[in-house]
C-alpha cells in the first residue's frame, strides 16, 4: 500500500507544487514521473535493509537462480530508474524501463501471494488487489514515458 500511497500522494503534491507556480512542475507528466521517482525510492530503498531483503529473497520464485542477486539487481535498477526519472533526457527511457522491470517482477509477487509469504511482517498484498496496483503502477510510467 506504501507504494500506492507514495505515488498518489506524490503525484497531488507535486501537481499542487507545479499549480502554485514552480514551472518545471507545471504539467500533469513531470509531477507523475517524480510521483514515480518517489514510489520506486520507497520500493528500492528495502531491497538493502536486513529485515526487508530476508523478505524479499523469499519471494524470488525457486525456479530463479540466485535470489540475493536478483534482490540486489532490482535494487539497484528501481533506485536507478527513479534518478533517471528526475532528468527530462533520460525520463522517458527510465519510464519505459521500470514498466519492463515491474513486468519482470511480478512472478516474485505471483509466488509470495500464493505461498502466502509476508513482507516486514504483514501478509504480502493478496494477489488479486496486488494484480490490479501493477497494472496501475505500468500504466502510470507508461504514462511517464509519453
Do not use: C
Not at 90 to 97: D, H, K, R, S
Amino acid at each position: 500500500m506504501v507504494p500506492f500511497i507514495a505515488l498518489t500522494g506524490g503525484f497531488v503534491v507535486l501537481r499542487l507544487v507545479g499549480l502554485a507556480g514552480v514551472d518545471v512542475l507545471d504539467a500533469w507528466q513531470p509531477a507523475l514521473r517524480g510521483a514515480l521517482a518517489l514510489m520506486f525510492v520507497f520500493t528500492g530503498v528495502p531491497h538493502f535493509l536486513p529485515s526487508w531483503r530476508r523478505d524479499f529473497v523469499a519471494m524470488i520464485p525457486p525456479v530463479f537462480p540466485r535470489p540475493a542477486l536478483l534482490v540486489t539487481l532490482t535494487g539497484v535498477l528501481e533506485l536507478a530508474g527513479a534518478a533517471g526519472l528526475l532528468f527530462p533526457g533520460t525520463a522517458p527511457y527510465a519510464a519505459i524501463g521500470l514498466a519492463l522491470l515491474m513486468i519482470a517482477m511480478f512472478p516474485a509477487n505471483v509466488s509470495a501471494a500464493r505461498r502466502g509469504l509476508t513482507l516486514a511482517g504483514k501478509p504480502v498484498t493478496p494477489l488479486p488487489a496486488r494484480t490490479a496496483l501493477q497494472v496501475l503502477f505500468i500504466a502510470a510510467a507508461v504514462a511517464a514515458a509519453a
